[in-house]
DNA sequence: CCGAGATACATTGACAGGAGAGGTATTGCG
DNA sequence: CGCAATACCTCTCCTGTCAATGTATCTCGG
């Protein structure tokens, strides 16, 4: 039970958002700076990323294009549209409404 | 985006927990704390609140017996077991370390 | 030069929790 | 009597996560 699927639903798009707010960037990396900045404790996994990815860029929330690497595999880069900034920001305001809500119900005193 | 349902995955249980930590208690009445709670943010559906109650029993984290009301509806109740207490304090250290990695995550400084 | 491992992307199908919609029954009030 | 409040329950659908599987390129050790 509370296994790390469940809590992290709901939380991917703004994870990769958060990440892609800071510059453009590619799955790859995307996946291990989340393993970094979680202390090695959130491995987003493939499919949920690529699936993530696609989800976002139907609702304009990102764009993507092709990078020209001259060398090595090719590698699909996202960058963050207006509308993908303003709900990051709207995602984080809501994150720490909820965040003590949550605590609140789980009758911790923050 | 980033809706009340997906959020709230993963934390039902907890918040019934929670609930039943305080001293047995019924789903109307549940219910109804938790929307007091949340400052009437959450209110849990009706369907969600009963398919946890199921779950939490199959799992033996609670257990259940009809209270002898005189009048009116007959109410179930339910009651924590020891495994249940355990989970409970279990998934509260589990979610101080899951607040802390999102809102790092999500680039906030907490 | 060959095989293994890292880099890099992608899809299919299964699973599980939340919730809309529908149902039952009792009590009390206007 | 009709309606709202109390109180319980379940069927079915939706959606996000993930295991499994597949592709291709590059690097490095032996």
Chains 1, 2 share one sequence.
Do not use: P
């Not at 469940?6 to 800071?22: C, E, M, N, V």
């Amino acid at each position: 039970m509370l296994n790390a699927s469940d809590i992290l639903r709901g939380y991917t798009d703004t994870i990769i958002l958060a990440q892609l707010s800071k510059g453009d960037s590619y799955g790859y990396v995307i996946s291990r700076s989340v393993l970094e900045a979680s202390g090695g404790e959130l491995q987003l996994k493939e499919a949920t990323l690529y699936t993530t990815f696609r989800r976002l860029e139907a609702a304009g929330m990102i764009e993507s294009y092709w990078g020209d690497e001259q060398a090595g595999a090719r590698r699909r880069y996202y960058r963050l549209t207006e509308a993908g900034r303003r709900l990051y920001e709207e995602n984080k305001a809501d994150w720490r409404r909820y965040r003590a809500m949550i605590s609140a119900l789980f009758g911790m005193e923050e």
